[in-house]
């Protein structure tokens, strides 16, 4: 390289170092403005340059540095600025340094302005507002008031000005954003934006409400006299949306429907009853072949008119809203209505049925009497007449739902008339009764007006009972020995217990003054129950396996199969819960025990019986870490019994438990088994704080 080309190089480099030095000066001077406190922790150094642009590139033959010199107060700083490169073959430095003084405060400045509903165009107060600056830690909470005008004329209503003196307080330092929040509209946000100080921000907020959800209000009303109607709960208000059930409510004389909102969206819909007649009320209006209509009412149809066609009511008894079009939806409500629907219904159309009363009788009871009540098709009773009329009487007269004004012209809708009556019957213990005759006869179609109907009914006297006798005796299978006092009941006996005698004998029999036989033959079974003992049924039962029982035959004494009951055993089952690592022994600690099914837990043996109900028994340990629950049934079946098929061989097993409590974690034994002798537990609880 020539003499003039190095010159040239030279001057280069220089003219580089003198324009990154004032780059870097200038970098240096920012950074004291804005983080003077913690300038003297900076370098150009990537991660280490404090938020600096990187100028380590700028001019890649130079590189710039930056360290600082030490002071005797925080107040003061002094960087060190040099910048070294290589000149034909020669280090070269380029230095600079200054001192920086902490830097003036900038003037504070505000943000105000006016908080406004988009919807109404009125001003919202009680709306907290949140300035957020960055960075630092500057933020700033204020709340909007009713509507003020400032000294310039602008009309506000909250503004992060000092509330007593009125004076600017936010530093007009880095960027700012404002949050507003209040119950009812969406969360607005603004944009970041500076302030200048003395000059105060305004920004306007607008607020959009949130949207409320609206209510539809259904009456059911008479349309006859316009008082309430109501329905039972087996009739039904339905909502319905583009054809979709969307809520339904039974019972009652109306009801609200609340709709949701999520947008301001106006939403419309269809209201519906269904089975009105069920509470002996009909729509009023013909559609679909009948007068009145079965399920009631519908908006669909309302709006409708005289058409009423099946794509939005399909009468003949199954006149349920089924339409999928939207436009049939006529009830709209926007976000906040509330809408008054009117359901107009009148009882059902009624007609009186009528005829004469046949006895066919060779020997007809006098006045004995003939209840008459109706019922509707499907069994339930039509509303509450109930006639009584004397057999004396030849004719009867009730009121009955005009069916077929509603429903099909078919049998499987016509009402039943239904009736009974007593005849007389001898019973168990030749003792003279009498035997009720039911009588139900459909009758159709009906249509208002009369439907006449006559009844026949035959009061001759009905076979007697056939009865006989039972005996049996009941002994103790572990001893053989009789059993005294043990309730006995045979379910034909119409509910009878017979007790053992100190023989342990039992017998089924007429009293004394009675002659006869007392049990009504046929199959029977038998149950037995004696406090000591584990109970008996012949069906079987989760201690014994069961044993037929033959059926009774008339004016015999029948002997029933022994029955041999197993004694009730207990033992105690007890324990200690001690702490796992100090071995002292934890008081206060709640232990239960459970069967696994179908057994009564009880200290009292005489109370223990068989039954589906599963109870636990609780015990608190004492000071000592103690527990213990004596007279516990042991667990069935008994070793002895063990194979013996005579008794059921499910094994009924416990479980003990230990509660979590504040210190130490739940225990469970698993499933156990103990006999007479009792079972002891040593239980060892872990503190969780030691887990």
Partial sequence: MNTLNQSAQT????????????????????????QFPTM????????????????????????????????????LKQPHIWLTWNEEGFPEQLDASAFYSTPKAPLPSNIMGEVQDTVTNKIVSGVTLTAQNTPGANNATTTSTSTVTTADNEQINYTFADPSTAQFILPSTGTWQVTATRSGYTTFTSKTFSIQGTVPYVLPIPLTPLPVDAQINVSLVNANDSTPATFNSNSQIDLYQGGALKQTVSAGSGTSFNIPFTDTDQQCFTVATRNAWRSDLAGNFSCSGFNYQADGWSSAVASAGASCSTSNWSGGGNGVFNGTASTLDTICVNSGDTQNV?????????????????????????????????????????????????????????????????FPNTSNYYAQLKF?????????????????????????????????????????????????NAAGNIIDASNRSDIVGATVKLTTSAGINQTTDSSGNYIYQCPANETGYLVPTGTATLTVNQGNYYAFSSTGNSFYAGVPIPAVTATSTDPLPKISL???????????????????????????????????????????IDTDKVETLEAITDSGG??????????????????????????????????????????????FVFDQGGKNFIIQLESKGEM
């Fill in 342 to 406: 009117t359901v107009p219904l009148v009882p059902v159309p009624q007609t009186t049925i009528s005829g004469s009363i046949a006895d066919a009788s060779v020997d007809p009871i006098a006045n004995e009497p003939l209840t008459i009540t109706v019922d509707w098709h499907n069994g339930t009773l039509w509303g509450s007449e109930k006639i009584t009329t004397n057999n004396s009487n030849d004719t009867y007269s009730i009121q009955a739902p005009a069916e077929q004004e509603m």
């Fill in 420 to 468: 009974q009556y007593n005849v007389p019957q001898l019973h168990c213990c030749n003792q003279q009764a009498s035997e009720t005759i039911p009588g139900d006869n459909p009758v159709g179609p009906l249509l208002i007006g009369v439907f006449p109907h006559d009844l026949s009914i035959n009061t001759t006297s009905a076979s007697p009972l056939t009865c006989g």
């Fill in 566 to 608: 197993w004694p009730l055993e207990f033992g105690t089952i007890s324990g200690t819960v001690t702490d796992l690592g100090s071995g002292l022994p934890i008081p206060n600690e709640i232990v239960k025990i459970k069967p696994d099914n179908n057994v009564l837990l009880a200290n009292d043996p005489a109370a223990f």
């Fill in 626 to 671: 103690n527990f213990s629950f004596p007279n516990v049934p042991i667990t069935w079946p008994p070793s002895i019994l063990a194979g013996n098929p005579y008794y059921n061989q499910i094994s009924l097993e416990y479980t003990l438990t230990v509660l979590q409590s504040q210190l130490y974690p739940a225990y469970s034994s698993g499933r």
């Fill in 11 to 34: 001057n280069r480099l220089r003219l580089h170092a003198e324009h990154l030095l004032m780059l870097s000066q200038e970098q240096v001077y920012a950074l004291a403005q804005n």
């Fill in 40 to 75: 003297d922790s900076c370098n150009f150094q990537p991660g280490s340059n404090c938020g600096m642009p990187n100028i380590l590139n700028i001019f890649p033959d130079i590189t710039p540095h930056l360290d600082f010199i030490k002071q005797n107060t925080t107040n």
